[in-house]
């Protein structure tokens, strides 16, 4: 194996000085003399001061390669490197001296020796004044620095200083290089240098830092695009900053439908991810199985509302991570029973939180306070807290009392006992204005919302042939109107949004109601349905989408736009022949085989999610538009257990399913976008 070869040691003759040149100025010579560096103390410079690394022999053959690929960057560099400096550092006007002797252009007179001597006090005194003058200028000018300093440092840059180095404003501070710390010889760019101005210091510390790390790229690409604009896009920036500062909307979030991506969900697989458990925080404080799940109505509010069987609602901050809790409320005198027991409003801005009891509470997510209505809907008063607690026994004393009857609805008139509890509420998806209650008896009220007293303005009754109320209301959804996209309750939607209300019946019969006029425009019975066989109702997709109604046999009937559609003109009798048009089926979905108890549609209406908690692991997503089950999801390893409560966030990121363990479920749907966070393996 050759030896590495020795440096060649300079010979004494090659150390010889010439004449009127001083040893460390040679010294100095020696160190920058690149062409006697090897490769070796080339690779030591690279890595310790940053600069490039150049073979030797090959630094004047790359020396011009390297600059016409760089084109004017060096340019670009060296006007970075003096930004800093102001406009009085860089540039000066010549004015001359300051004082400047007067000279007498009279003539001298021979032999008047007063006249000289006049002539010369003259002179003194003018050199006096003059100097006097220089020296009050000098101090004026001096005292002035200080002031005009800042305002000249505002007007050469594009925004003022945030902070000022009084050090730097003094023009006779200097930096020594020698006697300071050591660190700073290397700043030297001559041997015996030693003191420099506090301007060229800050110059050669940035000279310094940028040759240890470099410009990126994407820096230089943005200054250079800089360099075009103008006051106005300065103004137009400044203007979109404090739009964001005085408001609480989402920086991220699209206002526009024209900014917003259309996800299409392929057929038979379905790219799904699970997250961390959405209460997976309190999940160790024993709070019973899930009874409602409901996902802040804004995509820009990534909240998540949990009730428990505890009688608590948590409002859970989805993040696909740690998912925190923001607020925990108790309402113990209020059972929480149906999927519509907890309910937010259209406009995000408030909850309400409802049950079998004829008063509700409200809850303000802005102030962060809670409201009591202790007279309800229908004017009922209670005084006192004891009469809150004692009103569970009393009423299931009255309702064994009454016996069957009241179980059915019978006899039920529209008000006065059969109405004292609510059992399923609904918004109006536009506005939030009218409130959709369903009681006893097969009675719907219309409550006023807007104005805020929560009232009762009209009713509706649904009868049916066998006598009674139908079995009861086993579902309500505001009808969508012509040219509505999106499904209802999110952001699409128009004022002809409350005009219709879909009610389902325990008979399994569908009610289409003019809100306006109070009558029903349309009534027809699902297919192959019959008496307490009606379960769940639910729509979506807007104007042209689906409805969907699970039965007690476990089948699920998907129906099209055609279920809903009433004429513009019918003004007809309440139940006449286009008023009785029983809708084609689309299809009857057969992949459960207990009575379903949870139906839900996504934002687009895409995804339908079919559960019933009677069985484990009974849940299926079915792709709407080919009416088939996804096939990849969910496997035998997914810890689904008995399904009490599903539901879609804003934009269908997340689905959330609610179990009897008291656990939510989180999954990420990938096709919708971001927001995946941290991944567990096991589906």
Known sequence: ???????????????????????????????????????????????????????????????????????????????????????????????????????????????????????????????????SQSSSSTSSKRKTTKKSFIKTLASSRSKPPAWTDPSDIQPSGKVSLLSGPTRLRKLRQAVDEDEITGREYETRLREQFERINPEPTWARKTRKKGKGRTDEDADEDANAVEDILSSTTGILAKTKKTGRRHVVIPQGTLSIERVRDANQS??????????????????????????????????????????????????????LLSSSSVLFHPQGNSILLSGPRPFFYTYDLQQGTSTLHRRGLWGTGFDDSATLSSFAQASNAKRRRKGAAATTGGGGTGGGGNTESILHTAFSPATGSLLAVAGRGGVVHLVDWKSGAGQVVGSMKCASGGGGGGGGIHGLWWVPAAGADGILGGEAGSSHDEKHLAVLT??????????????????????????????????????????????????????????????????????????????????????????????????????????????????????????????????????????????????????????????????????????????????
């Open 506 to 683: 325990g008979e399994a019969e569908v009610y289409i109601w003019d809100v306006g006029q109070r009558r029903c425009v349309r009534r027809w019975k699902d297919e192959g349905g019959y008496r307490s066989a009606g379960r769940v109702l639910a729509g979506g997709g807007g104007a042209s989408g689906y409805m969907a109604i699970g039965s007690s046999s476990g089948f699920v009937n998907v129906y099209g736009s055609d279920s809903f559609a009433v004429r513009g003109n019918a003004e007809e009798s309440t139940f006449s022949s286009s008023g009785t048009e029983q809708p084609k089926l689309a299809k009857a979905l057969g992949h459960l085989t207990t009575p379903i108890s949870t139906l839900r549609f996504n934002h687009d209406a895409q995804i339908l999610a079919v559960a019933s908690k009677e069985k484990k692991d009974a849940m299926r997503l079915v792709h709407l538009p080919s009416l088939t089950a996804f096939a990849n999801w969910p496997t035998s390893s997914t810890p689904l257990g008995h399904v009490t409560a599903v539901d879609f966030s804003a934009r269908s990121e997340y689905v959330a399913i609610g179990n009897t363990r008291g656990k939510v479920l989180l999954y990420h749907l990938k096709d919708y976008g971001a927001g995946g966070g941290l991944s567990l393996n096991g589906f």
């Open 1 to 131: 194996m050759p030896k590495h070869p020795r440096k060649r040691q300079r010979t004494s003759g090659q150390d010889e000085v010439t004449p009127g040149v001083s040893k460390r100025a040679a010294r100095l010579e020696m160190l920058m003399d690149d062409e006697s560096k090897d490769d070796e103390e080339r690779r030591l410079e690279s890595l310790l001061f940053g600069v490039k690394y150049v073979p030797k022999g090959k630094g004047k053959m790359d020396s011009g390669s390297s600059s016409e690929e760089e084109g004017d960057s060096g340019d670009d560099d060296g006007a970075r490197g003096m930004q800093h400096l102001l406009d009085q550092d860089l540039f000066f006007v010549d004015q001359g001296l300051d004082a400047t002797p007067a000279i007498n252009a009279a003539p001298i007179t021979s032999g008047s020796d007063s006249g000289d001597a006049s002539s010369s006090q003259d002179d003194s005194d003018s050199d006096s004044g003059s100097d």
């Open 282 to 335: 309190v999940q160790g404080s024993g709070s019973g199985e899930v009874k409602v799940l409901a996902f802040h109505p804004k995509p820009s509010v990534p909240v998540l509302c949990v009730a428990t069987a505890d009688r608590r609602v948590r409002l859970f901050n989805i993040d696909g991570h740690l998912s925190p809790l923001l607020t925990t409320l108790h309402v113990p005198s209020l059972p």
